[in-house]
Antibody, heavy 118, light 110 residues
Framework: EVQLVESGGGLVQPGGSLRLSCVASGFTFRDYWMSWVRQVPGKGLEWVANIKRDGSQQNYVESVRGRFTISRDNAENSLYLQVNSLRAGDTAMYYC???????????WGQGTLVTVSS | QSALTQPASVSGSPGQSITISCTGTSSDVGGYNYVSWYQQHPGKAPKLMIYDVTIRPSGVSNRFSGSKSGNTASLTISGLQSEDEADYYC??????????FGTGSRVTVL
């Protein structure tokens, strides 16, 4: 059974940092692109970043470029999102998802909530 | 960067068919056959319902179908059921981004 389990969210002050993690199981992690998608409570979905199977290519939405870094450890079946210089507008549930083809996200975790507030 | 445009709400009676539109541009929906649709129930993670415009993943009811014409993609739900009440989001490949979601549509079963 495919499972994605996120962790690392929490309450952080503006300007602070967090490292979000996503542990994958039930499939060959290194064979898939992976994505992070976020959702402000009560609002819509926003694609944030993705990373190639071997970690050699990353893409970001413009609003997080330079502040967020996506990475992966295929030996540990883990996906990460380092989020720096956090703003109130970054407050959201952050989901990791498996990308099986050109942005088609077939499995999602349950999310980890990031709250940016003083 | 702007999201794809969806109607905020769509409603129908049980057994009816409804269609949700997703309007973009030639740089996204109109330019590529990489449109997907997601269903999200309250408090739950999204679920993939359609990918590559028309393809249903294994396990998704054949009451769900996708199509595209020009810069607008559509999701049709036929034989509407109470469990279809949820939020629906389209998503498209967009050159330079590379992916963008729609604004979301709430489906209500009357």
């Amino acid at each position: 059974e495919v499972q994605l389990v996120e962790s690392g969210g929490g309450l952080v002050q503006p300007g602070g940092s967090l490292r979000l993690s996503c542990v994958a199981s039930g499939f060959t992690f290194r064979d898939y692109w992976m994505s992070w998608v976020r959702q402000v409570p009560g609002k819509g979905l926003e694609w944030v970043a993705n990373i190639k199977r071997d970690g050699s290519q990353q893409n970001y939405v413009e609003s997080v470029r330079g502040r967020f870094t996506i990475s992966r450890d295929n030996a540990e079946n883990s996906l990460y999102l380092q989020v720096n210089s956090l703003r109130a507008g970054d407050t959201a549930m952050y989901y990791c998802a498996r990308d099986f083809s050109k942005g088609d996200l077939d499995y999602w975790g349950q999310g980890t909530l990031v709250t940016v507030s003083s | 960067q702007s999201a794809l445009t969806q109607p905020a709400s769509v409603s129908g009676s049980p057994g009816q068919s409804i269609t949700i539109s997703c309007t973009g541009t030639s740089s996204d929906v109109g330019g590529y056959n990489y449109v997907s649709w997601y269903q999200q129930h309250p408090g739950k993670a999204p679920k993939l319902m359609i990918y590559d415009v028309t393809i249903r993943p294994s396990g998704v009811s054949n009451r769900f179908s996708g199509s595209k014409s020009g810069n607008t993609a559509s999701l049709t739900i036929s034989g509407l059921q109470s469990e279809d009440e949820a939020d629906y989001y389209c998503c498209s490949f967009r050159s330079g981004t590379p992916f963008v979601f729609g604004t979301g549509s709430r489906v209500t079963v009357l």
